[in-house]
């Protein structure tokens, strides 16, 4: 079992940045692939980024690449997601999630069904 917790959302004029953190408990955090997923009102949950737990392979959605990076420190059994350039779009309660599933393919990521836990959420909103 592990617990995760987020940290970090709040409000944010588009342009800005964001670091969102994940604090892992209960299990080696390093035995756990994480994930990055959000969801915005009236819509479907939606992938942003993971990490896979060996290799230090990332995948990440479209619609991010270039300006959100998802990274982890071992020791501190933390993920974070490091959201820049900010955009209203983005205006979404963020989730972090956590597996020991391994895939080889990283695409197999984005499936938020593979995930086994999942953190409460942050608010994270994006003003125009």
């Known amino acids: 079992q592990v617990q995760l917790v987020e940290s970090g959302g709040g409000l944010v004029q588009a342009g800005g940045s964001l670091r969102l953190s994940c604090a892992a408990s209960g299990q080696t955090f390093s035995s756990y692939t994480m994930g990055w997923f959000r969801q915005a009102p009236g819509k479907e949950r939606e992938f942003v980024a993971a990490?896979?737990?060996?290799?230090?392979?990332?995948v990440y959605a479209d619609s991010v690449k270039g300006r959100f990076t998802i990274s982890r420190d071992n020791a501190k059994n933390t993920a974070y997601l490091q959201m820049n350039s900010l955009k209203p779009e983005d205006t979404a309660v963020y989730y972090c999630?956590?597996?020991?599933?391994?895939?080889?393919?990283?695409?197999?990521?984005?499936?938020?069904?593979?995930?086994?836990?999942w953190g409460q959420g942050t608010q994270v909103t994006v003003s125009s």
């Open positions: 990490f896979r737990r060996s290799g230090g392979s990332t």
């Open positions: 999630a956590a597996t020991r599933k391994y895939y080889s393919s990283t695409t197999m990521y984005t499936e938020p069904s593979i995930y086994d836990y």
